[in-house]
């Protein structure tokens, strides 16, 4: 009876993985990115809430089983890989705490956004 339960389970487990990746994301946006890049001026804060708003718009549409969430989270695991090297080596901005070695952080949570992002939209096709 309860297996019967988890396979009528309304969203997919994949499903769920990249919601809880792109919840980290953008609260990660929210706390760290967004006061940095308003601390640092000039148009990257409003690029920064760009991709934070695209993120919630995907993660609703993952929560409404609609496909374009997982595009919207590629989309934004792409921006997430390119935005330290522009910020921090091309615009040669530092990091808030001086640490050089903080976009590792970030580049591990894109490419896992962007992994699950196509692993779930294999899985649904």
Same mark, same amino acid.
């Given at each position: #009876?309860? !297996?019967? /339960? &988890?396979? !009528?389970e309304n969203i997919n487990i994949h499903i769920k993985a990249v919601i809880a990746l #792109?919840?980290? @994301?953008?609260?990660? /946006?929210? +706390?760290?990115?967004? %006061?940095?890049?308003?601390? #640092?001026?000039?148009?990257?804060?409003?690029?920064? $809430?760009? =991709?934070?708003?695209?993120?919630? +718009?995907g993660i609703l549409l993952l929560i409404f089983k609609i496909k374009w969430g997982l $595009?919207?989270?590629?989309? *934004?695991? +792409?921006?997430?890989?390119? @935005? %330290?090297?522009? +910020?921090?080596?091309?615009?040669?901005?530092? *990091?808030? !705490? !001086? $640490?050089?070695?903080? %976009?590792? =952080?970030?580049?591990? @949570?894109?490419?896992?956004?962007?992994?699950?992002?196509? &692993?779930?939209?294999?899985?649904?096709?």
């Amino acid at each position: #009876m309860e !297996n019967e /339960k &988890l396979k !009528n389970e309304n969203i997919n487990i994949h499903i769920k993985a990249v919601i809880a990746l #792109m919840l980290i @994301q953008l609260i990660h /946006k929210i +706390v760290r990115e967004i %006061p940095g890049s308003i601390n #640092m001026g000039g148009p990257g804060s409003i690029i920064v $809430i760009i =991709f934070a708003l695209l993120l919630f +718009v995907g993660i609703l549409l993952l929560i409404f089983k609609i496909k374009w969430g997982l $595009i919207l989270g590629i989309i *934004d695991g +792409v921006w997430m890989i390119f @935005q %330290p090297i522009l +910020v921090h080596i091309i615009l040669s901005k530092p *990091d808030i !705490n !001086n $640490i050089w070695w903080y %976009p590792i =952080f970030p580049w591990i @949570q894109s490419l896992l956004i962007i992994y699950f992002c196509i &692993l779930t939209l294999k899985k649904l096709k």
